[in-house]
């Protein structure tokens, strides 16, 4: 599974046509449209993003609904030491710093605690 989740990733960075990429990865067509579905679906199916689980991250639950705590949203440090602030109010942003950390943990060989 791993394995297919970063050639997805590979390919979603690309620039080549499906044809091209499953040439160059020497695996068939058939199981690239395969494995995409089956790694859209899991997620879903998981309640959680395989790919972010895979990256080290983990679910986090609130325990009732602490409008202070949401409103507080979430700090992302980075080894680096950058800090990074999103409001959990707005969900798209979020979603999105988590997808980018996740690919760039993945690109750098993944399983690195968050």
Same mark, same amino acid.
């Given at each position: 599974?791993?394995?297919?989740?970063?050639?997805?990733? #590979?390919?979603?960075? /690309? #620039?080549?046509?499906? =044809?091209?990429?499953?040439?160059?990865?020497?695996?068939?067509?058939?199981?690239?449209?395969?494995?995409?579905?089956? +790694?859209?679906? #899991?997620?879903?199916?998981? /309640?959680?993003?395989?790919? +972010?689980?895979?990256?080290?991250?983990?679910?986090?639950? %609130?325990?009732?609904?602490?409008?202070? %705590?949401?409103?507080?949203?979430? =700090?992302?440090? +980075?080894? /680096?030491?950058?800090?990074?602030?999103?409001?959990?109010?707005?969900?798209?942003? +979020?979603?999105?710093?988590?997808?980018? %950390?996740?690919?760039?943990?993945?690109?750098?060989?993944?399983? /690195?605690?968050?």
């Amino acid at each position: 599974v791993r394995d297919w989740q970063r050639r997805m990733t #590979r390919f979603e960075e /690309g #620039r080549q046509s499906v =044809a091209e990429f499953c040439r160059k990865e020497g695996v068939s067509a058939p199981s690239f449209y395969q494995w995409r579905k089956r +790694l859209r679906e #899991r997620p879903r199916a998981a /309640g959680t993003n395989a790919a +972010l689980v895979a990256a080290g991250f983990r679910p986090v639950r %609130l325990a009732g609904t602490n409008a202070a %705590l949401v409103a507080a949203g979430v =700090a992302v440090q +980075l080894p /680096g030491g950058t800090q990074l602030h999103v409001p959990t109010t707005d969900r798209r942003a +979020l979603r999105l710093v988590i997808d980018t %950390l996740a690919r760039a943990d993945a690109q750098r060989g993944g399983g /690195g605690a968050c």
